[in-house]
């Protein structure tokens, strides 16, 4: 008699359960603000000072009071001259300004015209005069004072991931280093006696039944985009002593280890016993397509224990376990708390037929219509379809598709970064 199928378990309760053992790592690292892009704060951001720090003129042109200016055609003596970087003194009653983008407005002046509105009339000595063609509006061209950032504002919290824009922010409000919290030390291993490194075969003497180590590269390409430190130990192969000894190794120094092939649970699958030779292993079955078989693990070293997770050998399903369940468990332990990548509804060009029992993930396209289209090989083992897509269709178990339906899209841009 068959052992009785245990149910599979839906993909929010896994990475719910995954979530729930991410303690974010101890220890921060200081770095300065130009190397902080991808890394996560770990102490929030306070500005000691308002942006911009002064009112200051959006134009090249001329500081005035509206007062003096009743009707176009006023002419004014101008009493200074203010460029950028330079405070001027208070502004004469019946007098402009010279003013340029960026100067600090002077006291008493309420608007700025832009020099295009304005008659420069020279004089054989001092600033001369201006004739101002139309009449000012109060504040016009005056970026006030802390309208970007006032004293004191959270500008950005810990658990923020920095961004080109937040180091911008960061700058703005004078912090030139920044505590993060520490990389994640991730160690990678593929498992698999089928498996051939590019460049140590060329492709015309693969032996049969060989094929070329594909999971490696994305997987170490997005542990690296995630801000985590790879140390990759390359391919275990498949005898159970080997990927202890290589398990017992990687557990020492890393915070989690990543393995992707081998957690079926065919003969040739050693990972489950090898994980608990050594420690403790889950093998679930998630309700998801591609993807289903995915470990998790811990392994005991000194003081404390490494996280380990297993992933399925297939490369689309072992892209996209690592995308769902993975990012988010190494964002959790750098500190970020919104780890859900966003869906939006767009409608769908294509027709999916065939509902499945498990929740799916197609790899679509982004048409120039607004819509999306569907590769149209959706097998787990065709990574072109991940190559050649945008994105993919979060659609329910049990849920066909047919053209113009409002459908669920995660852009790869939510899962890969
Ligand atoms: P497994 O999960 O080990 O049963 O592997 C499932 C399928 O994925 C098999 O066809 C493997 O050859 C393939 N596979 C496993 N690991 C890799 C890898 N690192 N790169 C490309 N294909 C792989
Ligand atoms: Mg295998």
Redesign the pocket.
């Known amino acids: 008699m068959r052992p009785a199928m245990k149910p599979l378990k839906p993909l929010d309760e896994a990475l719910a359960d995954l979530l729930a053992q991410a303690q974010p790592l101890p220890g921060t690292d200081t770095v300065t603000t130009f190397d902080a892009d991808g890394r996560v704060l770990a102490q929030s951001c306070v500005s000691a000072l308002q942006v911009p720090p002064q009112d200051n003129s959006s134009m090249d042109g001329y500081a005035v009071r509206c007062a003096d200016v009743a009707a176009a055609g006023v002419v004014l003596p101008v009493s200074q001259r203010i460029p950028a970087g330079s405070a001027g003194d208070p502004l004469l009653p019946g007098t402009a300004a010279r003013i340029f983008t960026g100067a600090p407005v002077p006291a008493g002046a309420d608007a700025i015209l832009m020099q295009e509105d304005c008659e420069a009339l020279a004089a054989a000595d001092g600033l001369g005069s201006v004739r101002i063609n139309a009449v000012p509006q109060a504040r016009q061209w005056i970026r006030s004072a802390g309208e970007d950032i006032t004293r004191g504002a959270v500008v950005l919290s810990a658990g923020t991931r920095l961004t080109p824009a937040e180091l911008g922010l960061a700058a703005s409000i004078g912090l030139h280093q920044l505590q993060v919290a520490r990389r994640p030390r991730v160690a990678l291993f593929?498992?698999?006696d089928?498996?051939v490194m590019p460049g140590e075969v060329p492709p015309e003497q693969m032996r049969p039944g060989a094929?070329?180590?594909?999971?490696?590269f994305f997987l170490r390409a997005m542990l690296l985009r995630l801000g985590c430190e790879v140390t990759d130990f390359g391919i275990v192969p498949d005898r159970r002593d080997a990927t202890i000894d290589a398990l017992r190794q990687a557990s020492s120094a890393h915070d989690l280890i990543l393995t992707?092939?081998?957690?079926?649970v065919?003969e040739?699958?050693h990972i489950k016993p090898a994980v608990e030779t050594l420690g403790t292993l889950d093998l679930w079955q998630i309700a998801m397509k591609p993807g289903k078989?995915f470990a998790y693990g811990q392994i005991p070293r000194e003081g404390g224990a490494a996280h380990f997770m297993g992933l399925?050998?297939?490369?689309v399903s072992?892209f996209l376990t690592f995308a769902l369940l993975v990012r988010p468990f190494v964002l959790r332990l750098q500190g970020v708390q919104d780890v859900a990548p966003q869906a939006v509804a767009v409608r769908a060009d294509f027709t999916w037929p065939k509902a499945d029992k498990r929740r799916e993930f197609l790899r679509v396209r982004l048409n120039a219509a607004g819509g999306l289209d569907l590769f149209s090989n959706q097998s787990s083992?065709v990574l072109t379809s991940a190559a050649w897509g945008d994105g993919v269709v979060d659609n329910p178990a049990g849920q066909t598709i047919a053209p113009g339906d409002t459908v669920q899209f995660i852009a790869f841009s939510e899962l890969l970064g």
């Open positions: 593929s498992t698999g089928e498996l094929i070329y180590n594909s999971n490696r992707s092939g081998g957690v079926s065919g040739e699958d078989p399925p050998g297939n490369p072992s083992g």
